[in-house]
């Protein structure tokens, strides 16, 4: 079976556009900050670069200021972040449509689950596969939340340029927040220049789960169930997806990772884990408002609902409500009670 690699895949049209709009974007910008001589380098080089005059672009670089190499290699960074970011755009997108329409393309998981299904060990294999990412520090000793923050607004804007060719969204108000952040970027330190400590990077390193994975990762492990099923194999412990840290938990010589760090590491992880879940039972309160003289209660659900210490006179009739209460309070005093165990073992 030949399968689409999707990487070599790419909307020309939309990417050349949305390209030639952050180049455009970007050189107007940097117009506008530098000197003009300094700008003007900037244009020389890019001259230089796409003939392939090496020794034109030694020569030119060779003879650059100090000041003048800051602005000019922000410029020559910031371009093809943006780029990348179209790209990866488009690529989602891609992703999109051809789950949408069924079709397939290299590393689809209905389609690799379809495949595995018809050896005669599938269930086994699907039951006991597991990949375990594990988040180091390296990534996050350069990489700024700062950064991460506006190019994640970039990457949004750009998602909303089909609706902008299609005159859904205004262009005006679209291309002026797109500059916006496009000029900040422009201005934003891209790395520390001070070293992080562990506690730091433990801290900066949880932002890819607020982000990503604590979403990501549920919704893995319920489709990967779900497509087992659709072939006729009931997965009972599957965990195809394990995330692993090692940021704290290094104990092999680091001299900057003790028991204290390793604790830290451990409660940082279990307080984002912890506040998610708190966040998504605030929200389900919100949604679940069916009244008892409505629909009908489980027993569980009123159960739980006597217990709650939502005694509101508006909430009499709610039993989810009540219930989603009392689940919310458990799961914030096992929060207290967590950082109440740490802070006794640190001064013990």
């Keep these: 079976m030949s399968l689409q690699k999707l990487e070599n ?19 107007d910008i940097t117009k506008n900050m530098l000197p003009a001589e300094t700008f003007d380098k900037i244009m020389h080089l890019k001259e230089l670069s796409s003939k392939l005059n090496y020794q034109g672009l ?26 990348n970011i179209s790209e990866d755009v488009d ?47 390296h990534p996050t000793q350069v990489q700024r939340k700062s950064m991460l923050d506006l190019t994640t607004h970039i990457h949004t804007l750009l998602r909303k340029y089909r609706d902008v060719r299609m005159g ?7 291309h ?22 562990v506690t730091n990077e433990i801290t900066n390193v949880m ?25 006729g194999i009931d997965l009972k412990q599957a965990k195809p997806i394990t995330m692993g840290m090692w940021i704290g938990g290094d104990r092999d010589g680091n001299p900057f990772v003790t028991a204290e760090t390793l604790m830290r590491s451990a409660t940082i992880q279990s307080e984002v884990v912890l506040n998610y879940y708190i966040s998504k039972i605030s929200s389900l309160y919100r949604t679940f408002s069916l009244s008892t003289n409505l629909s009908k209660t489980s027993k569980a659900v009123e159960e739980m ?41 640190l001064v013990s």
């Design 305 to 345: 609902a006597a217990q709650s210490g939502d005694t509101s006179v508006f909430r009499e009739k709610e039993p989810y409500r009540r219930a989603f209460h009392l689940i919310q309070s458990k799961l914030i005093q096992t929060l207290l009670n967590l950082k109440r165990m740490v802070c006794c073992w």
């Design 58 to 83: 030694d020569k030119v670089v060779t003879g650059l200021s100090n000041d003048e190499m800051v602005y000019i290699s922000r410029y020559f960074s910031i371009l093809p972040l943006l780029i």
């Design 168 to 174: 859904l969204i205004n262009k005006e108000k679209w």
């Design 91 to 137: 690529l989602a997108y891609e992703i999109n449509h051809l789950n949408n329409v069924d079709q397939n393309y290299l590393g689809k998981l209905s389609t690799t689950i379809k495949m595995v299904a018809e050896k005669e060990n599938a269930a086994e294999i699907l039951e006991h596969l597991n990949v375990v990412p594990v988040l180091t520090a």
């Design 207 to 231: 932002e890819y789960y607020n982000s990503s994975f604590l979403q990501a990762v549920p919704n893995l492990m319920l489709e990967y169930k779900r497509l087992a099923k659709e072939q």
């Design 176 to 197: 002026n927040d797109l500059r916006r952040y496009i000029e900040i970027i422009m201005q934003t330190d891209m790395i520390r220049e001070k070293k992080l400590k």
């Design 9 to 27: 895949y790419s909307n020309k049209t939309v990417v050349q556009e949305e390209v030639q709009i952050l180049t455009d974007m970007l050189e």
